[in-house]
């Protein structure tokens, strides 16, 4: 199934970054800070990685292809949701090529690989009665004005 993002959701991915949650088989989490995040289609996001922030979960997701992710900084208040779907680590292809380099003009990151999480499910996360909600099973439509009844702001790229 793929997950709908909105605009709004778009726009909050890319110009905060998110914290990526991976976890052993056991169930021991490891996260890392994805600063430069682009989402390559619907349902897929793309993550330049340093070296240091790939060498923390390369040999979790080796064992556990399983990815979260929530939106950075005051993202995790105003974009309050939590996304969920399969990861695979990139070193070479026009996706990792294009990442990437987008990742070291606009960030100066140096991407030792790139994260692409193909996403599977979609939780809102705001406090209240709506904490752990279902989206991703919202028609691309619905999920617009389910958010847009909730939300009004869109953030600007920072660098």
Partial sequence: MTVNLTDRMKAW???MGCH???ATPEGVPFVVLGRYAEVTGNGEVAFALAQDEAKVIAPVLSENSRVAFGVSRQGGIRA???FKGTGELLRSGSVFDTIAAQAKEEKGID???VLLVRL???YCTKPGYEAG???DGMTPEELDAWER???KDVPRKRD
Avoid: G, K, M, P
């Fill in 13 to 15: 991915i890319e110009a």
């Fill in 111 to 113: 991407a030792e690989s």
């Fill in 80 to 82: 309050a949701y939590q």
């Fill in 120 to 122: 599977t499910e979609l």
């Fill in 149 to 151: 009844q909730r939300w």
């Fill in 133 to 135: 909600q279902r989206l």
């Fill in 20 to 22: 990526l949650c991976v």
